[in-house]
Nanobody, 123 residues
Framework: QVQLVESGGGLVQAGGSLRLSCAVS????????MGWFRQGPGKERDIIAG????????NYADSVKGRFTIVRDRAKNTLYLQMNSRKPEGTAVYYC????????????????WGNGTSVTVSS
């Protein structure tokens, strides 16, 4: 059974940095892309970033380009999201996911979700 467990959430000041991790257990046998999403209070879940199976292909939402970095360690079955220059509007629950697109795109949707980790950005 595939399980994704996020960690690293918490309180961070505006302008500060935080790194989230997502550990994958029982991973799919085929190649898979991964991604990060977030859902703020009263908002829909939005895409943040995606990464392909090789780790060389990445894509980001315009709102986080230049500030966030998505990285995966396939040997550890772990996905990371380095978040710099945090903004108060970044307060949300952050979710990792295994994507249907092995290249890290979002067009085919999500296969598996984690339960999320909460991040609060104080102003």
């Amino acid at each position: 059974q595939v399980q994704l467990v996020e960690s690293g959430g918490g309180l961070v000041q505006a302008g500060g940095s935080l790194r989230l991790s997502c550990a994958v257990s029982g991973p799919p046998s085929s190649n898979y892309g991964m991604g990060w999403f977030r859902q703020g209070p009263g908002k829909e879940r939005d895409i943040i970033a995606g990464i392909g199976w090789s780790g060389r292909v990445t894509n980001y939402a315009d709102s986080v380009k230049g500030r966030f970095t998505i990285v995966r360690d396939r040997a550890k079955n772990t996905l990371y999201l380095q978040m710099n220059s945090r903004k108060p509007e970044g307060t949300a629950v952050y979710y990792c996911a295994i994507l249907r697109d092995a290249s890290g795109g979002f067009r085919y949707g999500v296969r598996y979700w984690g339960n999320g980790t909460s991040v609060t950005v104080s102003s």
